[in-house]
């Protein structure tokens, strides 16, 4: 389902550009009276990309069902964030599990609500990528295995951001963690590794797969709220650049989204049963280089000793994924 795009003719925020709307078309963040599921008060880095995905995917899911979501939150950044015990910053029934287990805790929490008979409530599990594309995949690939009626979302930071920047099974190739150093001839994260857990989604052909990205709220909106016409397993993958661990400044967490898409490193797209059904094209198609350089992740692939062949590299996997996905508008 590819969201229609909307000319602005006010600069501003969203909510003056929403004035020229009709009311089913404004977003859910431009509604005064929207659930603000994760309040103020958490204690997120300034610039936090997963805080700022979190409250979108929350409140466009309460949107859609009325205000009848539980969400199941795994352990990580999001979770340690937002609720200091004894405090928390959510305004929604809200269930901790383990590191691994959200997925398996939230077919729990469907199938006790189908045994009540409340299948108007739905289930919304989320997690980082850590917890997602290696502790907890096994749970996860059971949850699309029995098609349990549950929204998983990822939130991708590409790394276990919360406990001191190791590498996960999605830091992207090059890059620099604390277990990935920037020594040797092949320094950062090696190539070849990692999972790419959409297209793993859509493998077990399950009703809705979709990735999104922290550039464009309206489309993460639009995905939530297009889970949640689905039962069944559905899977939403979401970039959300963290500062700390990626080494780039406060304010360029959406620019840094959008250039990651923009240059073909992030597909944005949805499928439903296994198929691709929308892509979002690239509007304006930048080099990787342009993405990397605002990083201190990558920082050992230029300065005095650059490593054009490893950008190369990094390149080639950007246009592998246009060619792939057809992202590109000409084509």
Same mark, same amino acid.
């Given at each position: 389902m590819a969201v229609q795009?909307?000319?602005?003719?006010?600069?501003?925020?969203?909510?003056?550009?929403?004035?020229?709307?009709?009311?089913?078309?404004?977003?859910?963040?431009?509604?005064?009276?929207?659930?603000?599921?994760? =309040?103020s008060g958490h204690r997120a880095c300034q610039g936090c990309g997963e805080a700022l995905g979190a409250r979108y995917v929350l409140d466009a899911a309460m949107a859609a069902t009325g205000g009848r979501i539980v969400a199941v939150n795994a352990t990580g950044c999001l979770e340690v964030f937002?609720?200091?015990?004894?405090?928390?910053? +959510?305004?929604?029934? +809200?269930?901790?599990?383990?590191?691994?287990?959200?997925?398996?805790?939230?077919?729990?929490?469907?199938?006790?609500?189908?045994?009540?008979?409340?299948? =108007?409530?739905?289930?919304?599990? *989320?997690?980082? =990528?850590?917890?997602?594309?290696?502790? &907890?995949?096994?749970?996860?690939s059971g949850m699309f295995e029995r098609n349990d009626d549950v929204l998983y979302v990822c939130y991708d930071n590409e790394a276990?951001?919360?406990?001191?920047? *190791?590498?996960? &099974?999605?830091?992207?190739?090059?890059?620099?963690?604390?277990?990935?150093p920037a020594t040797g001839p092949e320094p950062g994260a090696e190539f070849g590794k990692g999972k790419n857990v959409p297209l793993i989604a859509m493998a077990h052909e399950i009703p809705y797969v979709a990735t999104a990205t922290v550039a464009n709220l309206r489309d993460l909106e639009a995905k939530v709220r297009r889970a949640m016409d689905f039962r069944g397993a559905r899977y939403l993958h979401v970039l959300v650049p963290c500062p700390l661990g990626w080494g780039s400044a406060s304010r360029d967490t959406v620019r840094l989204a959008r250039l990651a898409a923009e240059s073909g490193l992030f597909p944005v797209f949805e499928a439903e049963g296994g198929e691709v059904t929308a892509v979002t094209k690239i509007r304006r198609r930048v080099p990787v280089e342009?993405?990397?350089?605002?990083?201190?992740?990558?920082?050992?692939?230029?300065?005095?000793?650059?490593?054009?062949?490893?950008?190369?590299?990094? *390149?080639?996997?950007?246009?592998?994924?246009?060619?792939?996905?057809?992202?590109?508008?000409?084509?």
């Amino acid at each position: 389902m590819a969201v229609q795009p909307i000319k602005f003719y006010q600069t501003g925020s969203f909510a003056v550009g929403n004035r020229l709307l009709p009311l089913e078309d404004r977003t859910v963040q431009s509604d005064p009276g929207r659930s603000d599921s994760l =309040d103020s008060g958490h204690r997120a880095c300034q610039g936090c990309g997963e805080a700022l995905g979190a409250r979108y995917v929350l409140d466009a899911a309460m949107a859609a069902t009325g205000g009848r979501i539980v969400a199941v939150n795994a352990t990580g950044c999001l979770e340690v964030f937002s609720t200091p015990y004894p405090e928390t910053s +959510w305004r929604i029934p +809200w269930l901790h599990s383990l590191f691994g287990n959200a997925p398996a805790v939230s077919t729990g929490v469907a199938a006790a609500m189908k045994v009540k008979g409340r299948n =108007d409530v739905r289930v919304v599990g *989320q997690g980082g =990528d850590g917890g997602t594309v290696d502790i &907890g995949f096994a749970c996860l690939s059971g949850m699309f295995e029995r098609n349990d009626d549950v929204l998983y979302v990822c939130y991708d930071n590409e790394a276990y951001m919360n406990t001191g920047v *190791q590498r996960s &099974g999605a830091t992207p190739p090059a890059a620099r963690t604390a277990t990935t150093p920037a020594t040797g001839p092949e320094p950062g994260a090696e190539f070849g590794k990692g999972k790419n857990v959409p297209l793993i989604a859509m493998a077990h052909e399950i009703p809705y797969v979709a990735t999104a990205t922290v550039a464009n709220l309206r489309d993460l909106e639009a995905k939530v709220r297009r889970a949640m016409d689905f039962r069944g397993a559905r899977y939403l993958h979401v970039l959300v650049p963290c500062p700390l661990g990626w080494g780039s400044a406060s304010r360029d967490t959406v620019r840094l989204a959008r250039l990651a898409a923009e240059s073909g490193l992030f597909p944005v797209f949805e499928a439903e049963g296994g198929e691709v059904t929308a892509v979002t094209k690239i509007r304006r198609r930048v080099p990787v280089e342009e993405y990397l350089r605002p990083q201190q992740r990558y920082a050992h692939l230029f300065g005095d000793s650059p490593r054009p062949e490893v950008v190369a590299e990094i *390149q080639a996997i950007a246009d592998r994924n246009i060619r792939r996905f057809g992202l590109l508008g000409g084509e």
